[in-house]
């Protein structure tokens, strides 16, 4: 096999999905063939670096939003009469059960507050940092999405 | 054999009952020690901060260089739209200097006296509104004694501290959620407590380039002045029912602000002269024949309206009934 | 309280929320990353993550086990991704977005490596969100879902050939997007968490 071909499988190789025959003869060639080998190595490589890829992790209220969402929803749709009042009374177990054991919040808006506003509620954020954040504007600057900080 | 065996039983016995009475410290007390410990311990150390907002992470990590006199330094190291960023904290002004911006913020010291009381009168709060417990730990090889948060008659920890016990420093901390979601933390590496950092670096210099200044001046109210005014702001039943206290009042531009808190959770009561316009989508709800404009936003809700002439403002994470009682009550 | 997953998906399909959102407990980390991932940006990430959840919901119906509930849950989130991406064709990349990571669990670097670390981590998520939207999301589904090339060219609904040209091409592509990160050998050992 030749480097060009090779390398063209390298991906699949690497993957393990080559049909043996071809497994065979890439795995051959590469004993011998630096460049591909390198190459193979690159490969590797990346596959690596993904192990450091970042990972997010869930807000707070994840899930109490998706009900949410649900509940409109579900509002929206037609349903035989029986059907409603199952999911009513679920609902409203959820929420009896969110009530007792949470507060459930009602929907976000999507504030995009006046400058007036804003600097009311920097004043807020300033307290809500107390225990943690001391001494860290930088840190209340990056978490900043309700407009321009003044910090 | 018998010899040597009865005074070493003796020397485990004593050194046991010892090592009992001397971590005979309550949480309070290890606590209360540790937040007293801020601004009296020199140290240099690597900070990292991680706060969540709307299912984002947001870090800094930072060089912090702290005098035993009640000054702080802290050099921004990442990410990189903070690096280069300085703050410094002198003992009577603050300065945060962001060079990308050629901007400087002046503002009070956080170790004025103002400042002090209001973070002493926040742990009292704790100790009332809160239970304590602690257990020994470990953190980057010292020795730490653990401290929880949590609601009375609940297991769920809301802030935990690990504080050292060499130095009463807090090395690291965490604030969680009611729901047990990690919200912010912060913790030191590479901390140390050996080498006493400059003066030279706690002075603020000006930059050589072209800068604006903008002030954060704090012109606080005591309780006493505002009693000649006003006592029923401060003391709102419906809020202190639920353990909050009025800890400081201030004027802002507009009007005065009072900070309640519980210890813990913080909410910002505003007496203004006009109401702030308000974005096109707020709630408007009406109670008890007041008008009010709510909003949630990533837990954080406002409320703002107006009574005879009278315009409140109010920010916190709070629920809205007890807000309903407030209005009200400043019928 | 480990319940079962397929008697959590049965009682969600008569409609008990409670029950799903014991799912969604279950798949929020897996379904937000492979939005993440998929989309290439941060913003948006959670809402089309949740749109998934809301979206499988009032669909359970249409479940009926013949793959497993996450295969099922991917699909539904790709398909919301890919009708984002078309919607925002040309979106400028943001790069001074703030930045997503884990739980940095790391008490024993020193600054410089902790910084290190942590712009190695930036650097690696923007490379991979350089990468062309068919390029990338083949190279997600490869890399982080670990699906087989008959897997991918199933969930896409692309020949298997078109699967493997597309990887081969998304790898030589971050090849070139990352060969400024010094040498790729010095990067994995700084960057294994």
Known sequence: ?151 | MKKFLIPLSLLILLSTVFSIFANERSPIEILSNAWDAEGKISFVATETSGMYMKGRLNLTVSKVFALATGKFRREYLFPSFLAGDLLIDDGRNSYYYQPTKNLVTVGPSLYDPPHRDIHSKLLELIVKNYDITSQPDKFLGRDVTKVYISPKNSRNVLLVFWVDNQTNLILKRERYSPDGKLQEYSFYTDIDFNSVPNERLFIWIKPRKDFRIVERRERFISLEENRKRDTILVNLSPLQERGYECISIKEVPGGIAYHFSDGINNIMFFDLYDLPPMPPSVRKITTDGIRYSYWQFDGMSGFAWTYNRKNFLIIGVIERDIIEKIIKRLK | MEEKEELLVERAKKGDVLAFSELVKRYERYVLNLVYRTLGRAEDAEDIAQETFVKAFLNIKKFKGESKFSTWLSKIAINLCMDKVREKSNREENLEEGVWLTIPQSSYYSPEETVERLEIQEKIKNAVSRLPEDLRMVFILREFEDLSYQEISEMLNIPIGTVESRLHRARMKLKSLLKDLKTIEEVTEKSEV
């Open chain 1, 1 to 151: 096999m030749r480097c060009n071909e090779v390398k063209r499988l390298l991906s699949a190789y690497f993957d393990g999905e080559l049909p043996i025959d071809k497994s065979i003869k890439v795995k051959e060639h590469l004993k011998s063939c630096r460049s591909c080998a390198i190459e193979l190595e690159n490969i590797e490589k990346i596959h690596r670096l993904m192990g450091a890829f970042p990972i997010l992790e869930v807000g707070p209220y994840f899930e109490s939003q998706i009900i949410d969402r649900i509940e409109k929803e579900s509002k929206r749709r037609k349903f035989s009469f029986g059907l409603k009042l199952a999911i009513g009374f679920a609902i409203c177990g959820l929420m009896l059960f969110l009530m007792i054991f949470r507060d459930l919040p009602s929907e976000d808006i999507n504030l995009k507050p006046t400058p007036v506003l804003n600097t009311y509620i920097q004043e807020y954020m300033e307290t809500y940092s107390g225990h943690i954040g001391r001494n860290n504007p930088g840190l209340i600057v990056s978490v900043s999405s309700l407009g321009e900080s003044s910090r």
